[in-house]
């Protein structure tokens, strides 16, 4: 399975942004999808997660209530929405995904099988 993210960019404080993660090589509608990211010095921080279904997601802490995550299987995507974003978002931002059952999803990032190469968001005034 390879996967693409793109979508990030410069935004200030209180803008939003929507990351997009194409996917391409392996049967879409199996895979759990996540988004993670890394902030330079800093370990990869989960940001959230989709089950196979799309009927399951669930988020780090630090964005919940912020952030949705949703995909299209048709179109083999997966999408996540920044709202309100902060200085603290800054980081690398990492599709990812794993087979697993249809309303599961992952949040440890070693579980992942798949990783996408990054899109990088900055957001500062």
């Known amino acids: 399975v390879q996967l693409q993210a793109s979508g990030g960019g410069l935004v200030q404080p209180g803008d939003y942004l929507r990351l997009s993660c194409a996917a391409s090589g392996g049967t879409f509608s199996t895979y759990v999808m996540g988004w993670f990211r890394q902030a330079p010095g800093k370990e990869r921080e989960f940001v959230g997660s989709?089950?196979?279904?799309?009927?399951?997601?669930g988020f780090g802490d630090s964005v919940k209530g912020r952030f949705a995550i949703s995909r299209d299987n048709a179109k083999n995507m997966v999408y996540l929405q920044m709202n309100n974003l902060q200085p603290g978002d800054t980081a690398v931002y990492y599709c990812?995904?794993?087979?697993?059952?249809?309303?599961?999803?992952?949040?440890?990032?070693?579980?992942?099988?798949?990783w996408g190469q990054g899109t990088q968001v900055t957001v500062s005034s």
């Open positions: 990812a995904a794993v087979p697993r059952a249809l309303h599961t999803i992952v949040a440890v990032a070693s579980q992942y099988d798949y």
């Open positions: 989709i089950s196979p279904s799309g009927s399951t997601t």
